[in-house]
């Protein structure tokens, strides 16, 4: 009984001389992330892997895609979150050298949901669920890899053809690219 009243009093203390305790403050970022995690729903190809489970702020995500140009390939990409979640949209880049029209060979990823279309009313999952819709349908109309979208255009079998060459390690116009076929 004592104890609860020492602890009491020095909880009035603090709030009276405006201090807390900032060990026990949950920033707003982690609270959110902590439940878009939480309500992840995810197919059985899209994989999360966290190297430091207490860092929620920093993982990859492996992704399988089932339909599509990409069936067959494993690709990897980074997830950054920053600590102004869910005001800024979260940061992601493929780890590997990939032919997508939406996608350039540096890794950036051009989907609307992560510029200009972003909103705090989206969570992880739509984001997550929207790259995966990236390789079932890749976007020739926003590219990063103008190249790559131009031939899409063009010739949706030549894109065939240069998707699966290219995930084997082979080269398209003179670039080459990573083996994600595992």
Same mark, same amino acid.
């Given at each position: ?13 603090? #709030? ?6 900032? #060990?026990?403050?949950?920033? #707003? ?12 729903? =995810? ?13 929620? +702020?920093?993982?990859?995500?492996? =992704? ?7 069936? %067959?390939?494993?690709?990897? +990409? ?15 880049? @493929? ?6 029209? &939406?996608?350039? /060979?540096?890794?950036?990823? @051009?989907? &609307? /949901? ?12 739509? *984001?997550?669920? %929207? =790259? &995966? +819709? ?24 030549? +894109?065939?053809?240069? *998707?699966?060459?290219?995930?084997? %390690? %082979?080269?398209?116009?003179? /670039?080459?690219?990573?083996?994600? /076929?595992?």
């Amino acid at each position: 009984m004592l104890k609860i009243r020492q602890l009491q009093k020095q909880r009035q203390e603090q #709030a009276a001389s405006g201090a807390s305790d900032a #060990a026990t403050k949950v920033p #707003a970022a982690q609270l959110r992330l902590q439940k878009d995690i939480t309500e992840l729903d =995810l197919p059985p190809s899209i994989a999360t892997e966290f190297a430091d489970p207490s860092d929620l +702020f920093h993982f990859k995500l492996h =992704l399988k895609p089932q339909q599509g140009y990409y069936v %067959g390939g494993t690709f990897d +990409f980074s997830v950054e979150i920053s600590q102004n979640f869910p005001i800024e949209a979260p940061k992601i880049k @493929c780890l590997n050298r990939i032919y997508h029209p &939406n996608i350039d /060979i540096d890794g950036n990823v @051009c989907l &609307n /949901i992560l510029r200009n279309e972003w909103s705090p009313a989206l969570n992880l999952n739509s *984001v997550i669920i %929207g =790259l &995966n +819709f990236l390789f079932s349908e890749p976007n020739p109309n926003d590219p990063l890899n103008k190249d790559a979208a131009n031939v899409l255009v063009r010739s949706q079998k030549r +894109f065939a053809e240069n *998707v699966l060459y290219s995930m084997r %390690g %082979g080269s398209v116009d003179k /670039i080459y690219y990573d083996n994600v /076929i595992h």
